[in-house]
């Protein structure tokens, strides 16, 4: 079918999949002017009877993410798709990838008339001319955020573009489905209201996740695997942030209160692969600005010091896409020494 640019709707409305029309597509105009990073919208599956494939969902120009209800069963579920070319570098607890039809997918038995947030971010690395994007689901029955992935696209690194609703019914059936709040956060952080409701923005709390508690767990593992086996250097444990001391400091001790001027190196666990570091001049930030796991660690050291932090991911950015170079759920590394520690006025 032709695609079109519609205006942006300023009512709730309903949409009806039928065998003459069982694929549409309703995209939101941006303005050039907006960078957008994250798009989020709420979906109710009225009425629901088909037997065969459906889905309906929201999309983008790269990736889609999808209430589906699968092809040879009566199963339903979240799916997540992208590019066949593209990598995985993170996905849910129980979320099942497929490389052979480039989705992620996660079993869920969605109900008719509950309303679902689905939500995409991406954060991109034109250095490294590619993108992360990560596709979300808030499951009111939970009332969590689930993660169900994260792809990799190489060869792309601009913002968000073509934001959409869509369905696909195959089949003689109908699926009727309301549209609630969209929204689209632009880099900056703000948000806009695509259907020019005057509403206040959405507020979205990745850290207290569905799969929190677990991937908490998961995360202690393999950081304790890795130190028994002579992987990692760590050799203490002060709320959760593993750490050795790689240089004794002899200034006064850092509070988390202080603000910090640091020489630093932050890494990926998994692979060493450096996300962030200082070069020829140090940082300077307050601590209780900076991640749980930095607060809980920097104040372990004295001035003149250096510390190592490995920091498992709900102490980090939980499963945030906060950047490029690092994807949800990543435990994190941080060499880092303190030069100068005052107190925040």
Same mark, same amino acid.
């Given at each position: 079918?032709?695609?079109?640019?519609?205006?942006?709707?300023?009512?709730?409305?309903?949409?009806?999949?039928?065998?003459?029309?069982?694929?549409?597509?309703?995209?939101?105009?941006?303005?050039?002017?907006?960078?957008?990073?994250?798009?989020?919208?709420?979906?109710?599956?009225?009425?629901?009877?088909?037997?065969?494939?459906?889905?309906?969902?929201?999309?983008?120009?790269?990736?889609?993410?999808?209430?589906t209800?699968?092809?040879?069963?009566?199963?339903?579920?979240?799916?997540?798709?992208?590019?066949?070319?593209?990598?995985?570098?993170?996905?849910?607890?129980?979320?099942?990838?497929?490389?052979?039809?480039?989705?992620?997918?996660? =079993?869920?038995?969605?109900e008719?008339?509950?309303?679902?947030?689905?939500?995409?971010?991406?954060?991109?690395d034109?250095?490294?001319?590619?993108?992360?994007?990560?596709?979300?689901?808030?499951?009111? +029955?939970?009332?969590?955020w689930?993660?169900?992935?994260?792809?990799?696209?190489?060869?792309r690194?601009?913002?968000?573009?073509?934001?959409?609703?869509?369905?696909?019914?195959?089949?003689?059936?109908?699926?009727?489905?309301?549209?609630?709040?969209?929204?689209?956060? +632009?880099?900056?952080?703000?948000?806009?209201?695509?259907?020019?409701?005057?509403?206040?923005?959405p507020?979205?709390?990745l850290?207290?996740h569905?799969?929190?508690?677990?991937?908490r767990?998961?995360?202690?593992?393999?950081?304790?695997?890795?130190?028994?086996?002579?992987?990692?250097?760590?050799?203490?444990n002060?709320?959760?942030?593993?750490?050795?001391?790689?240089?004794?400091?002899?200034?006064?001790q850092?509070?988390?209160?202080?603000?910090?001027t640091?020489?630093?190196?932050?890494?990926?666990?998994?692979?060493?692969?450096?996300?962030?570091?200082?070069?020829?001049?140090?940082?300077?930030?307050?601590?209780?600005?900076?991640? +749980?796991?930095?607060?809980?660690?920097?104040?372990?050291? +004295?001035?003149?010091? =250096?510390? =190592?932090?490995?920091?498992?991911?709900?102490?980090?950015?939980?499963?945030?896409?906060?950047?490029?170079?690092?994807?949800?759920?990543?435990?994190?590394?941080?060499?880092?020494?303190?030069?100068?520690? =005052?107190?925040?006025?």
């Amino acid at each position: 079918m032709k695609y079109c640019l519609l205006p942006v709707l300023s009512l709730l409305f309903m949409v009806s999949a039928k065998a003459a029309d069982k694929d549409s597509t309703i995209y939101y105009n941006l303005p050039d002017s907006i960078k957008a990073v994250q798009f989020m919208a709420e979906i109710t599956v009225t009425s629901f009877n088909a037997k065969k494939f459906s889905r309906v969902g929201i999309k983008t120009d790269a990736v889609s993410l999808t209430l589906t209800k699968y092809a040879m069963s009566k199963q339903r579920g979240i799916q997540f798709l992208f590019p066949a070319y593209a990598d995985m570098p993170a996905r849910g607890l129980n979320v099942n990838a497929d490389h052979r039809f480039a989705d992620m997918g996660f =079993k869920y038995e969605w109900e008719i008339n509950e309303t679902y947030k689905l939500l995409i971010a991406q954060a991109a690395d034109s250095a490294g001319n590619y993108s992360l994007y990560s596709g979300y689901v808030f499951l009111p +029955r939970e009332n969590k955020w689930k993660l169900i992935g994260t792809c990799k696209i190489e060869g792309r690194w601009n913002t968000i573009q073509q934001p959409a609703f869509y369905y696909y019914n195959w089949g003689k059936e109908e699926m009727k489905v309301n549209t609630g709040q969209v929204w689209i956060q +632009r880099s900056n952080g703000s948000w806009k209201n695509l259907k020019d409701e005057n509403l206040p923005p959405p507020v979205i709390n990745l850290y207290g996740h569905i799969d929190s508690i677990a991937q908490r767990q998961k995360d202690i593992k393999t950081i304790e695997d890795a130190v028994a086996s002579g992987k990692i250097d760590v050799k203490e444990n002060e709320q959760g942030v593993y750490y050795t001391m790689m240089k004794e400091g002899t200034g006064r001790q850092v509070t988390v209160n202080d603000t910090v001027t640091v020489f630093y190196k932050g890494y990926l666990f998994a692979n060493d692969s450096v996300f962030d570091q200082t070069k020829d001049k140090p940082a300077t930030f307050p601590l209780k600005r900076l991640i +749980r796991g930095w607060q809980i660690g920097v104040p372990l050291c +004295r001035v003149g010091g =250096k510390i =190592k932090l490995v920091i498992p991911s709900d102490l980090a950015y939980s499963i945030r896409t906060r950047a490029a170079k690092i994807p949800p759920n990543s435990i994190l590394v941080f060499e880092i020494e303190v030069l100068e520690a =005052k107190a925040l006025q």
